[in-house]
T-cell receptor
Framework: DAGITQSPRHKVTETGTPVTLRCHQT?????MYWYRQDPGHGLRLIHY???????DKGEVSDGYSVSRSKTEDFLLTLESATSSQTSVYFC?????????????FGPGTRLLVL | AQSVTQPDIHITVSEGASLELRCNYS??????LFWYVQSPGQGLQLLLK??????LVQGIKGFEAEFKRSQSSFNLRKPSVHWSDAAEYFC?????????????FGTGTKLQVIP
């Protein structure tokens, strides 16, 4: 158990509305990540954070923004949701350093954009 | 750039039979390699990982994987599959990139276990 929770776990929204997903960790890890999972694509990195207020883009960041005002919370915002953003979203934290560093995942949020 | 290929999208095995899931990676240096498992509706759980040293790595739930540099492979094995092993399995390769760990995932192999 990596001490990660995600909320909401399921959400249905309409095209054009903003949506915010929350990732919460209890173990004070510096690095946090947001991925999306789609059939045939595996997991793809959206954004990551390396500290409070320190974030950077991943490979599929268009249409998404993130914020990290506290170590424990990493928020993912879909500024204006589109049907192509229907997906399962996973948050991850990084444990360890150097050779030992490993990512651990939250339970996911299933988002449907109508 | 690193990449991972899982050539089998779907595999069906009988309960009690042996299992091997294939994973090939592309990366210029020595990679960090991972296998994760995902049960339906769940998050990804780490099965095992390789960073260096012994090329045969033991993981949880009776799984093992072998790193073969000459073949750029990191295949996952289990000698006797249980019905509860039915899930989707993801291979991943990690590398440090400007201070953060970039992890690239394969597209997954779905395992079906039949009685």
């Amino acid at each position: 158990d990596a001490g990660i929770t995600q909320s909401p776990r399921h959400k249905v929204t309409e095209t054009g509305t903003p949506v915010t997903l929350r990732c919460h960790q209890t173990e004070n890890h510096r690095y946090m990540y947001w991925y999306r999972q789609d059939p045939g694509h595996g997991l793809r990195l959206i954004h990551y954070s390396y500290g409070v207020k320190d974030t950077d883009k991943g490979e599929v960041s268009d249409g998404y923004s993130v914020s990290r005002s506290k170590t424990e919370d990493f928020l993912l915002t879909l500024e204006s949701a589109t049907s192509s953003q229907t997906s399962v979203y996973f948050c991850a934290i990084r444990k360890g350093q150097g050779e030992g560093e490993t990512q651990y995942f939250g339970p996911g949020t299933r988002l449907l954009v109508l | 750039a690193q990449s991972v290929t899982q050539p089998d999208i779907h595999i069906t095995v009988s309960e009690g039979a042996s299992l091997e899931l294939r994973c090939n990676y592309s990366y210029g240096a020595t990679p960090y390699l991972f296998w994760y498992v995902q049960s339906p509706g769940q998050g990804l759980q780490l099965l095992l990982k390789y960073f260096s040293g012994d090329t045969l790595v033991q993981g949880i739930k009776g799984f093992e994987a072998e790193f073969k540099r000459s073949q750029s492979s990191f295949n996952l094995r289990k000698p006797s599959v249980h019905w509860s092993d039915a899930a989707e399995y993801f291979c991943a390769v990690g590398a440090n990139s400007g201070g953060y760990q970039k992890v690239t995932f394969g597209t997954g192999t779905k395992l079906q276990v039949i009685p």
